[in-house]
């Protein structure tokens, strides 16, 4: 779909003001010893806290008087049709178990959608008061007064990379062993970060972030960003990741297409 | 050994100049794409950055004028004895692989050691502003003008527990199972954050750490600052942890001697 010039800057106005509000809530319960986690699943450790809720109310209050027409997918609160043909994909802390750790890497995900994947995006930490955004011609961080441009690095080989994932578990056996096949060849894996390893590829400071299980929301804000900044994303076979599932996330093309190979030989 | 309160203020006056220097010299190197990464070890991947080095020779010049009659311990430049009976265990960049990926966990750590173990500590973060500080009777969170006091939190059981470590690997395979054992048990495990994971049981919102293979640089510090917030911090056997090893820390004693208990019976 076509976006006019002017409904860009208006769309950018919007997600920023959406990241405000949710940094503000998010910010309220970090590092409260007070903080509730519920499960959401009795199986298994899956917190959900009041912050994660009031954050995404607070960005539901402003589309609800900004952007009206447009649909919203939220974490917490489901999914909302719209009639423009924009969706607004948000998550409002990514990584809460990073949140609930006192870490400074979950982040608050904000996605435009137009059907096809994300036009723009951002990834917000609030505590380090880092904003990532990408799409409509931006690919930015900014933090206070400092900005900087957002561009991947090159690597041109698996052997000089370093490669993110949030568990090394990794969803299923087979996508773990997928995984574990790709991470050997790189120079450097590290674990446990979340949305902000795409950040970083964004920042041209890693190389490749593989996850499996992902859902919509989770990876909106950073497609976003990678691309905006010259990177790719897609799903294990290099089809569209927009709607979650295997990620395979890189800074360089060359890069991709060597992690798509061994990922689509090994599941 | 005795320190008078004076020295005491003293000591802890140095401390924060030399975390300080090491401050404006790490974030000098930080997210440079230029950043030179050089292999001690031909044989694995072990980053040493000139930030390393700066960092850690802005730290020993302010040694020599300030406390010329103290010994150092440092990563980078080796022990020099001192008269005092005090030497200062400097850490100028923990976490190097965590620090050229660009993420918020690496610190710099400082511990002064009587011979028996530290006295006080500071693990810095300098990216996000934060100094944790313990000895001399206090223990404190600094970022900027906020304050507050580092208290670990009460946890009386393992699967009420978080657990951290770096690496999921552990050392030997041996070390590995053990830490497994552990965290089968805990109610959440998480990876990557080196020195702040420690910080994080200062703060009351994590509440284990286990790590193998550690050096006395990068305990003494972290040690400090987890002791003085009410925490414990030995080694796989109970014994004394400040010349590194298998290190098991803990907020809470009761938590500390079920971990204890597992990890004797593993390894």
Known sequence: MEIRDAEKQELLAVAHELADVARVETLKYFRLPSLGVANKDANSFDPVTEADRASERAMRDILAKRRPNDGILGEEYGAQEGSSGLTWVLDPIDGTRAYISGTASWGVLI???????????????????????????KAEWTRGDETRQLKTRQCANLDQAILFTTFPEIGTKAEGAAFRAVSKQCKLTRYGLDCYAYALIGLGMVDLVIEAGLLAYDIQGPMAVVEAAGGIVTNWQGGSAHQGGQILAAGDARLHAQALEILNNSV
């Open 111 to 137: 996605g435009l959608d137009t059907g096809n994947g994300p036009v723009m995006g951002i990834v917000d930490q609030p505590f380090t008061g880092e904003r990532f955004l990408g799409g409509f011609g």
